[in-house]
Every structure is written in C-alpha cells, then in structure tokens.
C-alpha cells in the first residue's frame, strides 16, 4: 500500500509544481515593489510582452502537466459538453479580443475555463479549469465586467483568425479534437 501510496504522490507531483508556478507568475509580479521593479527595467510594453508570453508557457504547461496527471473520472459530460465549448470558445475569443482593457481577456478566460469545466470531467482538469475559473472571477470582482467594445473589421478578423488556429492547434497541442463528433 506505501508503494501505490508515494507512486500516485509522485504522478501529480508535475502538475502540483506547475500550478505553483503559475500561481507564483501572476502573484508575484502583481504585487508593488516587484512590479514596479519589472516596468523600471523592462519599460511597460517590455513587461507586458514578457509578462504574456512568460503566462502563456506556463498555462500550456499546466494544462499539459493536468493531461499526464492520473485519470481520476468524476463525470461524462458526453456530446453535450464538447458542443458548450464550441459554442462558447467563440464568445470568449470574441471578448478577448473585442472588449477594451484587460477586463475583456479576464472574461475571455472566464468563459473558456467555465466551459472546459464542464467538458472535463476528470479530477485534474476539473482542478485546472475550476482553478482557472476561480482565478478569472477574482480578476473580474477586481477589474470589473468590460464596458465597452472596440469593433474593427482588424479586430474580428483577428477573432476568426485566433479561433480558427485554436481550433487546428488543439489535437496537435492537446491531443483531442475540440469537435463533437
């Protein structure tokens, strides 16, 4: 029993120091003295691009820590669940892409992690997209809800562009095609 005690321990043990550090990512740099520190050194474009690009490593890091972590099924969502993702990936991207300010990227995720919730019904990614949601809704209560919309063709082309790669990158990249089939 102590062996597939520590072998389970250590099968999550990835996921648990991937989350960490995503956590730590986003905590740390949103604190004061270490953000200001990061903008004095880095210029504001600087830190924001290395910023972006530091959470987007770690995000598909995370979810690909959640796809090797042990399956522990906790419920089918079915044809349902794939056809709310599809349904709603479209909203987000929309949000994130249309909405002025960062309130549109944190409802963007809110909806994404919303709906993979409810289209993964296994412990890990249930971890990952509750936590996801949970971290999205505390961004929302701080910065608020978008107030508004910046509609450019640029924009919405930009949308269609952004979904329809995430569309093509997910089996590559997550190993499942985001289609109800």
Excluded: Q
Excluded at 58 to 71: M, Y
């Amino acid at each position: 029993m102590t062996d597939f005690h520590s072998d389970i321990i250590t099968d999550w043990d990835e996921y648990v120091f991937a989350w960490a550090c995503f956590l730590g990512a986003h905590v740390i740099p949103a604190a004061k003295g270490p953000r200001g520190w990061l903008i004095g050194h880095l210029g504001r474009r600087g830190y924001l691009a290395a910023f972006s690009a530091v959470s987007v490593v770690l995000l598909l890091w995370l979810v690909g820590a959640a796809g090797r972590a042990p399956h522990v099924p906790l419920w089918d969502s079915g044809l349902a669940g794939r056809w709310l993702v599809n349904l709603a990936m479209p909203v987000a991207i929309l949000c994130g892409c249309l909405a002025a300010g960062l309130s549109g990227l944190v409802l963007a995720f809110a909806i994404w992690a919303g709906a993979h919730l409810v289209a993964n019904g296994d412990l890990a990614h249930v971890l990952l997209f509750g936590g996801m949601l949970a971290f999205a809704l505390t961004g929302l209560a701080r910065s608020g809800v978008p107030r508004s919309m910046r509609i450019t063709l640029m924009r919405v082309v930009v949308a269609f562009g952004l979904w329809s790669m995430l569309i093509w990158l997910h089996p590559h990249v997550i190993g499942a095609s985001p289609l109800p089939h």
